[in-house]
């Protein structure tokens, strides 16, 4: 089984406002509707995509959890919290939606890692969701106070009940801020990093991988901002014990969402 851990898409009325932003790096491998994504993701064989909802202001929660939760088919919805709506809240609308888990990013959303009235919320998902979080700067270089891994690292052991998975191997454009806060934690490092992992270098990520411990690392693309064909290719590339492959590609997810 392999399972894409970390996909976005939008309503097809939407997707295009969603991508206008041009980036200087990252080429787009999708329009970001929901048939482009399961088109990519059966081109590349993967079985389940994990599709992660971010509401960027407190009145869109219900609906990005809404769309999200009611994909079908191969999709998995992971919903949105916002810190601007109650722990009370945030919970009605995940669980009324069916959401399996949930994305926090701070870039988006506008408030830090650090802030207390997301401690609040993730004080009331613990035990029931799991919580992808962006971790890092948009940009190389750019200033990282909203979500840099120090700050996830105090949520790991303020929260030890609470299923982490830091995105981007822990720090986007940050790894050795990464390896420093985060490596050997209790939580889970997916290997998005667009425009590919492969642009880390392989034997960067293998160290990773062995540091925080194969059981603990899961595959994903960031879709539509990278291929899943060769995000897949460069995971088989690393050429780790099959086993160890298979759990990142598909096995760590699956027993993480009971599959």
């Known amino acids: 089984m392999i399972i894409d851990g970390h996909v976005h898409v939008w309503p097809d009325k939407i997707a295009r406002r969603a991508l206008a932003t041009p980036s200087q790096r990252i080429r787009r491998f999708g329009d970001g509707t929901v048939t482009a994504a399961r088109e990519a993701m059966a081109r590349a064989g993967v079985d389940h995509a994990i599709c992660l909802a971010v509401a960027d202001a407190p ?8 769309f999200v939760g009611g994909l079908p088919d ?8 916002h810190a601007d709506r109650t722990p009370e809240e945030n919970l009605a609308s995940l669980r009324e939606h069916g959401c399996r888990g949930v994305k926090v990013h701070p870039l988006f959303q506008g408030y830090a890692l650090d802030d207390r009235r997301l401690w609040n919320i993730l004080e009331a998902l613990e035990g029931e969701f ?11 270089g750019e200033p990282n106070v909203l979500a840099p891994p120090r700050m996830l690292a105090d949520i790991a052991r303020a929260f030890p009940n609470l299923d982490i998975v830091a995105a981007h191997l822990g720090g986007y454009h940050v790894m050795d801020e990464a390896l420093e806060h985060l490596i050997g ?3 889970y490092l997916d290997t998005s990093w ?4 492969a642009t880390v270098g392989p034997a960067r990520v293998r160290s990773v991988i062995e540091r925080h411990g194969p059981d603990r690392v899961v595959f994903a693309t960031d879709w539509p901002m990278a291929d899943p064909a060769e995000e897949i290719a460069a ?3 690393l ?3 099959p086993e160890h492959t298979e759990a990142i590609l598909g096995g760590n997810l ?3 969402l009971g599959l």
Do not use: M, W, Y
């Open 130 to 140: 799991v919580c992808v979080f962006h971790v890092g700067p948009e940009q190389p």
């Open 239 to 241: 050429r780790l014990p």
């Open 59 to 66: 009145e869109r929660l219900d609906a990005a959890n809404r």
């Open 254 to 256: 699956a027993r993480l």
């Open 185 to 187: 934690l209790p939580i």
């Open 194 to 197: 667009p425009p590919s992992i």
């Open 74 to 81: 191969p999709f998995i919805g992971f919903g949105t919290v």
């Open 235 to 237: 995971i088989e590339a």
